[in-house]
């Protein structure tokens, strides 16, 4: 379909930021469910050679921060998408004279579905998260090694 004047571009201008502020609504509420039943995100790799529980607490500690920072970032997206989303509709109102709310109650139509089948996507990527069993870690064990001390002397000839 070609775009005939400036009035279906801004249309569909409108349709792809709204979609970019949907996808990011989505992500941000996963992220926040990962943060809060302490899941492990695949995006979110942070390698750290676990011998020790304290290696085991500094990676758990790293992998929150990494979410809690990917939510700072996706605020700051929403709020951007947001203005642009503001400001298409603004000019698209001014341009359609009244017709922009019919053609606004469509692209909310169509995008609710569209996004309903991401949310599906990610309740499935949670159970899976969820349901993972998990393997305990088996205690760091102590180096079997001989002692590098000579045994001790005890002094018996006095008696």
Request: glycine letters at 2%; charged letters at 25%; proline letters at 4%.
């Amino acid at each position: 379909m070609k775009i005939i004047n400036a009035q279906l571009a801004k249309t569909y201008n409108s349709k792809n930021t709204k979609l970019k502020l949907l996808k990011t609504n989505a992500a941000i509420w996963f992220n926040k469910i990962c943060k809060v039943k302490d899941l492990n995100p695949n995006y979110i790799s942070i390698r750290i050679n676990v011998k020790t529980t304290r290696d085991e607490k500094t990676a758990q500690k790293a992998v929150k921060y990494r979410i809690g920072q990917e939510i700072k970032f996706l605020y700051k997206k929403k709020q951007q998408l947001n203005r642009q989303l503001y400001q298409l509709q603004l000019e698209g109102a001014a341009q359609q004279n009244g017709m922009w709310q019919h053609a606004l109650v469509q692209i909310d139509e169509l995008l609710n579905r569209t996004v309903e089948g991401r949310y599906q996507t990610l309740n499935k990527k949670l159970d899976t998260f969820i349901n993972k069993p998990r393997t305990p870690r088996a205690p760091a064990k102590q180096p079997q090694t001989q002692p590098r001390t000579q045994p001790r002397i005890i002094n018996l000839t006095n008696t």
